[in-house]
């Protein structure tokens, strides 16, 4: 597929962020998730320069935001020659169109910046397949806005109907790209599928968590490999599993791919078979980076993810990583206001909602190696506790 639909990677390109703020989304709220699209904007090749929000009680059916808005956003694209205006909501075709016209410059939204996040990283057969099946998904209801010829793709002559519109061509090459990636896709799970059969009844860990919390840095620990990790969003889309013996005790270990909010539909959907070592697993490894902001949205997103995935009652070990990053501002004595998140020690954090946890959460620093040791003992426990339900006849 061409990637002419999403960011291009050749120059680092500038880019205005777009948000609303209305009844289910306050200013903080739209302020994180500006947060998160800036790091995902950076994460595909782009750099944000400026911000722009409005107030609205629904999005603008036509332009999502007001003309208003956007005609201030235009000046200012004009004014700096910027290349994108990225969008942190879904747009329709209409809309992207629509903004086009009035902007005058490439125009994005969160599930376009992701997908090609996505394209980007996708290193194996499978995620390639996923995330091709993703973007066909996303790029069909918008075909309006953006035919590309693709009957080429098919050799072009015999292949378009009599009296076919190059949309309608385009949108038949599309469905018929879609069946073939989903055989494909259904192929290479079955493959998946045996491998994972193969592999016996060991018992099964899964490492899951908000995306860019560590969990790379933390499965390279436990297993002593080298698995990539990098400060950016979505390094890793393939599921690496490992296998690990602990005090005698063999079991698999395997890195998913992370969690983010407003996950694309589509993406969800292409990326199922990869959850499936989540949904396998016997034991998760919940890791949160505490010293995120906003760490308490991550854990309930991902509770949530897993939720909506059938994983949510499995026997979970939570890991609050990046304690050696972890940073607060002290009160001053005659401050009588409330404590707020930012005002709390890392003691006292644990004495607040955490202390109902405490006894099944670790805290650690994976790359200063903390605690560590008590991770391990705390998942050989559970893994013990398992192997004697699964194999009673077996001394260890």
Request: aromatic share 6%; with cysteine; net charge positive.
């Amino acid at each position: 597929m061409s990637k002419g639909h999403f960011v291009h990677k050749q120059k680092v390109e500038t880019a205005v962020l777009i948000g609303l703020i209305h009844k289910t989304q306050n200013e903080r709220q739209a302020a994180e998730y500006l947060d998160e699209l800036t790091f995902l904007a950076e994460t595909a090749g782009a750099t944000a320069t400026k911000r722009f929000t409005q107030k609205l009680d629904h999005p603008d059916s036509k332009t999502f935001i007001g003309t208003g808005k956007l005609d201030e956003i235009r000046r200012y694209i004009k004014e700096n020659k910027t290349d994108i205006a990225i969008f942190d909501d879904e747009l329709s075709g209409s809309q992207i169109r629509n903004i086009e016209k009035i902007l005058e410059c490439r125009v994005l939204d969160r599930n376009n910046l992701i997908l090609d996040i996505f394209a980007n990283r996708a290193r194996t057969a499978q995620a390639k397949t996923q995330v091709e099946l993703a973007q066909y998904r996303y790029l069909l209801p918008r075909l309006t806005r953006m035919w590309t010829h693709l009957e080429k793709q098919r050799g072009g002559i015999g292949m378009r109907g009599p009296g076919e519109s190059e949309i309608e061509t385009d949108r038949r090459v599309i469905k018929d790209k879609l069946s073939k990636l989903k055989a494909k896709l259904r192929e290479i799970e079955k493959q998946s599928l045996t491998q994972r059969k193969q592999r016996g009844e060991l018992i099964r860990v899964a490492l899951v968590g908000y995306t860019n919390v560590g969990k790379s840095t933390l499965m390279n620990l436990l297993c002593k490999s080298d698995v990539f990790a990098e400060n950016k969003l979505f390094a890793t889309l393939d599921t690496t599993v490992r296998k690990l013996v602990y005090d005698n005790v063999p079991f698999l270990i395997s890195d998913t791919v992370g969690f983010i909010r407003k996950l694309p539909h589509d993406l969800i959907e292409s990326f199922k078979s990869t959850l499936d070592e989540v949904r396998e697993a016997d034991i998760l490894i919940h890791v949160v980076d505490i010293s995120h902001p906003q760490f308490e949205d991550h854990v309930n997103v991902v509770k949530q993810t897993l939720a909506d995935l059938g994983a949510a009652d499995k026997p979970t070990i939570l890991v609050f990583n990046k304690i050696d990053a972890y940073h607060y501002i002290p009160k001053d004595e005659d401050d009588l206001t409330p404590a707020t998140r930012e005002n709390m020690s890392l003691e006292d954090l644990k004495k607040t909602w955490l202390a109902k946890i405490s006894g099944t959460a670790v805290f650690i620093s994976a790359t200063e190696r903390s605690n560590i040791d008590e991770l391990r003992e705390r998942l050989l426990a559970h893994v013990k506790s398992l192997h004697q339900q699964r194999y009673p006849n077996q001394v260890i």
